[in-house]
């Protein structure tokens, strides 16, 4: 069955970095859109980024965009999230996600920017 198990989170200062893993199996990688959903404390979902079949292309939200980039390794089924210059308010649980509707889903890993 299809599984995205997610990797990396943590505790991290603010200014620190992170590196989140997702590795996937179940269903044909490369044939999806891959990207990255969190929720914070008592806040709803926020996409953060999507990442191309191919890697190619990438697009953020706007609270993100030049501090994360998503990438993408399709021979080996992983998808990633480098997080730089990371803020208070990136606090959340964050979901791997892909699919043409984004119906699969991973468990979430706690990310924690604290000082």
């Known amino acids: 069955q299809v599984q995205l198990v997610e990797s990396g989170g943590g505790l991290v200062q603010p200014g620190g970095s992170l590196r989140l893993t997702c590795t996937a199996s179940?269903?044909?990688?490369?044939?999806?859109?891959m990207g990255w959903v969190r929720q914070a404390p008592g806040k709803g979902l926020e996409w953060v980024s999507n990442?191309?079949?191919?890697?190619?292309?990438?697009t953020y939200a706007d609270s993100v965009n030049g501090r994360f980039t998503i990438s993408r390794d399709n021979s080996a089924n992983t998808l990633y999230l480098q997080m730089n210059s990371l803020k208070f308010e990136d606090t959340a649980s964050y979901f791997c996600?892909?699919?043409?509707?984004?119906?699969?889903w991973g468990q979430g890993i706690q990310v924690t920017v604290s000082s």
């Open positions: 179940g269903f044909i990688f490369r044939r999806y859109v």
């Open positions: 996600v892909g699919g043409n509707w984004y119906e699969f």
């Open positions: 990442n191309s079949e191919d890697g190619n292309t990438e």
